[in-house]
């Protein structure tokens, strides 16, 4: 499934959970697009035009941590707001301070990621929507792609979430 | 394969003794893995990583004897569900992924005087009515609305609160454990998100695998202890499933991040990083301890307010009162917790605190343990083990040997054998409805056909298998067996 960032997701078995392998050009589009298998995961059909657009900022001490926040950040928004977060975009991730040299995915106190991001919030009585309790660690990949002969590289991205 | 070895494409099991299975130590395991469990459960288990995970999980500081895979254990997230792990609560650690995201998801029965025979007839008024007057779903609410001031008082309180605001009575406590109220809850370690996500949804079922059945006794095995909790063939009774609803899934997240933050260095141990623990005695530790405690008094009284709610509407249905229905708490039990116990472990016979964790395990105190409640303690714990929709539910009691062998604990269900994503490919919702209509009496309303698709009967392992190895191994011993009547999901 192509999404508007370029990014694509696809839900993977688990004996009791479900899982989103996603691919994306950048690091925002491969966020945006575990987002989007998220909203997969939780309703088949999405409505086209239902619901209103609002930001979410987030920030964590790597950018695995980062993915992680994001996401419970959208589950959490679905409950207090009573509404499914589909159609999601990210618009920038920044890193403030100095980025270790294990590439951002081990936590340095002297860096923070950011995010800024916009969602469309379906509201619950208009979608079919099964409930997603959590996002979790296990398993979690978040991995750049060399560049090949075929194609330009990008991010790979896989979260298990418990349903 | 010969008689004393499983071979799991890579991992080799040893068998102890009939249905004991036991992964040797080997790298950094501190202590062996055990799966509990038949040749034909084996084949099963084998199929995911649920070995792999229960191996991961002996790396946990503290763990102490074994990690123990249950019948039912199938692969989850860090630990495996039907997981067993007591850690030292001294030397040990805590861990809020070993307990699960759902705080004290479980299960609780009530016992009704009406037989099958007299609720005949009722079924799709029955079904329509408590789908009606049940939250269920996303977004569904909860049966009571309340600020921030109520839910601390509940998250302090436990059913006491409910006691007191109408929704419970006294007996009602008398049959839970810790009478409904977990001591040591500190509703100051929840935070604001987790109240916030909670406060809506105060007495509702959610999603997934929730359900409120209601259900004829079909078998009762062993009568005197039937009698003790007040079962008898052709009898109608309720069963409850659900958890702690949001407030518990964000209370496992926020301390997942604050372990990775505080403690790094522990968490680098670990194969899996949902293994997440915090060393037992620091602060993070008490503070995790105290806010989920706090969770599980959240989910005594998510399970209690369905409860009154199901006699109310019992009482619209078969109009006569619920007292007269002599609708009452047979029991309440657990199967995502983590508790400080004592037990004796090693061959001195030591008595060691020990957090139990409990994923997908339920508690199955043998008679005679001081901690079972007084209506029961002669009989043993009542433990409750829900199968599929289209499949019996079983009561047991803890049995003799599970001190021994598994910390006092046994199954908690049926265990999942199919993914969900497959689930929805193999069944229809609409078809599995109609079906168990048609074949089995089996009314099933549900929020989403999806929902339904996913729970079908086809994708768990057959519960009967796993209540005969709890039975045989003397951890959980079969007193009755239930079949779905009336069944509403999310």
Known sequence: MTRAQGGRFELRDHTADIAVAATGDTLEAVFAAVADGLAAASADDIPEAAGDRFPLSVSAESREALLFDYLDELIYERDVRAALPVDHRVERIETVGEISPGDGTAGDDETEWTLEASTRGVPLDEVDAREVKAVTYSEMRLERVEAGATDEGGWEAYVVFDV | MSNTTFDADGITLEKVREYVWEIPREGDM?????????????????????????????????????????????????FPVGGVGALDAENGCISPGAVGYDINCGVRMMRTNLTYDELQGNERELVDSLFANVPSGLGGGGIVEAGIDTVDEILSRGVDWALENGHAVEE????????????????????????????????????????LEVQRVTDVFDGDVGEAYGLEEDQIVVLIHCG?????????????RKIEKQHQGLLDQLPDKELAAAPAGSQLAEDYYGAMNAAINFAWVNRQLIMHRTREVFERVFDRSWQEMEMDLLYDVAHNIAKK????????????ELYVHRKGATRAFPAGHPEV??????????VIIPGSMGAGSYVLRGGENSMDLTFGS????????????QAKDEFWGGDVQQDLEEQDQI???????????????????????VVRVSDELGIGDRVARTFPVCNIKG
């Open chain 2, 30 to 78: 501190r202590v062996p893995a055990r799966v509990l469990a038949s040749e034909a459960l084996l084949e099963q288990i084998q199929d995911d990583k649920t070995l792999e995970q229960i191996k991961n999980t002996t790396h946990l500081p503290g763990i102490t004897n074994y990690a123990i895979c249950m019948p039912d254990g199938h692969q989850g997230y860090g």
């Open chain 2, 172 to 211: 009602d406590l008398l049959h839970c454990e810790d009478e409904g109220m977990r001591k040591g809850a500190d509703p100051d370690k929840v935070s604001q998100k987790a109240k916030d996500r909670g406060k809506n949804q105060i007495g509702s079922l959610g999603s997934g695998n929730h359900f």
């Open chain 2, 244 to 256: 702690s609803r949001g407030l518990g899934h964000q209370t496992c997240n926020d301390y997942l």
């Open chain 2, 341 to 352: 116990e004592t037990h004796t472990v090693g061959e001195d016979g030591d008595q060691r």
């Open chain 2, 373 to 382: 409640p007084a209506a029961y303690r002669d009989v043993g714990q009542p």
């Open chain 2, 410 to 421: 046994t199954a908690h269900g049926a265990g999942r054998l199919m993914s969900r994503t």
């Open chain 2, 443 to 465: 009314y099933v309303k549900a929020q989403s056909g999806a929902t339904v698709a996913e729970e079908a009967p086809g994708v768990y392992k057959d519960v009967d298998e």
